[in-house]
């Protein structure tokens, strides 16, 4: 459960921070925002899988106690490329031990994939506020977070994704009696235009192509696919539980709204600001406050017209799967999400056509033994699962 927490006591130390997958477009977007406010927070640990010569950088440039890499083989490679006054370590244990530590206040954590769910779990029981980037701990394991948040009341989770960050602004001060409707906001993609026909053969590069967010690449394919606003309404469903609101989607292709509450006497409220994701992030790590943060304003006067969109369900089958996700819950999420990734890679190794992502999943969905959430080990196993499911589709 998320709650609203109120501290008005003056932060007489710097808060320390983990910033898990440091070398990804939101790791990146972190560092520049923490870089902004070196006054009141300072870097603990850095973490990433690959991608080693940048997280050396990153290390160096927040002055990190420590770096990480989870690749165990790429430990020698890390440590030559550090300065010498940052240790080197590997490994997820290595992480966990000092995320669960007095070394860490805040835990960002912003690894691609499932990967993030054992730090994060770890640090709810630790007390840490964590600050989630990574949708997917939400999506495949949405209960257990849950119900650690409930056994750790001391644990503050803070959503970073731009849509749920503004959610969690505007559910601020409200009671779930209030709020009828939670509205999330798509840009729509590059594909809001093309006919079914054109999205099935559409390639690599037209994908890539987002109108309005500069992001990672799996995220952007998730987005032309619409996949990424199947993952964010399971995400909403999980982080927003205790308001037992209705969930819904416009498309809106400005990208300057990006949410919205409808109350239950018809009114409604909407969060804009420019799409940028140093925005939920700043916001996260200095939640409860809001502290003025250098950047692009929104210029309404100059966009003129926002618009907004039912989504084409009949264009876009990701509606469907996140309705059979949505009302199943258990592992069907997580599986979901598993078949989503490996559909995305074979698309962008060139095996699959972009319209077999949706076979792929809708093969994987269909025949899942739906199960209750329960452990840690039961959720590894059923990502396995479907990820060796996804991988056998033939076409
Ligand atoms: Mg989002």
């Not at 731009?162 to 209030?178: A, I, K, W």
């Amino acid at each position: 459960m998320i709650e609203f927490y109120s501290d008005n006591t003056m932060t007489t130390r710097k808060k320390k921070i983990a910033l898990l997958g440091v070398t990804g477009s939101i790791g990146q977007s972190s560092c520049a925002v923490i870089d902004n406010y070196s006054e009141r927070f300072e870097t603990t640990l850095v973490a990433a899988r690959s991608s080693i010569s940048q997280l050396a950088e990153s290390a160096a440039r927040l002055n990190a106690s420590i770096a990480v890499t989870t690749d165990c083989t790429k430990t020698a490679e890390l440590s030559a490329a550090l300065p010498e006054n940052i240790r080197c370590a590997s490994g997820m244990e290595t992480i966990i031990d000092t995320v669960t530590s007095d070394a860490v206040d805040i835990v960002l954590c912003a690894i691609i994939g499932t990967a993030g769910i054992r730090p994060v779990l770890a640090a709810i029981e630790a007390g840490k506020t964590i600050a989630l980037a990574s949708k997917e701990v939400m999506v495949a394991s949405g209960d257990l977070v849950n119900a650690a948040l409930k056994a750790n009341p001391q644990a503050k989770l803070i959503p970073v994704d731009s849509e749920h960050s503004g959610v969690f602004q505007l559910l601020s001060g409200r009671t779930p009696e209030e709020i009828d409707t939670i509205c999330l906001t798509a840009s729509g993609g590059p594909f809001r235009t093309w006919d079914a026909e054109r999205i099935a053969n559409a390639t690599l590069a037209d994908a890539l192509k987002h109108p309005t967010w500069q992001m990672g690449q799996k995220i952007t394919i998730d987005s032309a696919s619409m996949m990424n606003k199947a993952l964010e309404l399971l995400e909403a469903k999980y982080l927003f539980h205790r308001y037992n609101a209705k969930l819904d989607v416009l498309v809106h292709p400005q990208s300057a709204v990006h949410a919205l509450i409808e109350f239950n006497d018809g009114s409604m409220l909407a969060q804009c600001s420019c799409p940028d994701m140093k925005l939920p992030i700043a916001y996260a790590l200095n939640y409860p406050e809001r502290i003025a943060f250098p950047g692009k304003q929104l210029k309404l006067a100059e966009l003129k017209t926002l618009e907004f969109f039912a989504p084409d369900r009949k264009k876009f089958p990701a509606f469907d799967f996140a309705d059979a996700a949505l009302a199943a819950g258990g592992t069907l999420p997580c599986a979901m999400n598993a078949a989503n990734e490996v559909a995305v890679e074979r698309f962008c190794r060139g095996e699959i056509k972009f319209g077999d992502i949706y076979k792929i999943i809708s093969a994987v969905m269909d025949k899942w033994h739906n199960e209750a959430q329960i452990s840690l080990e039961q959720l590894e196993n059923a990502d396995q699962e479907a990820r060796c499911k996804a991988r056998e589709v033939t076409l």
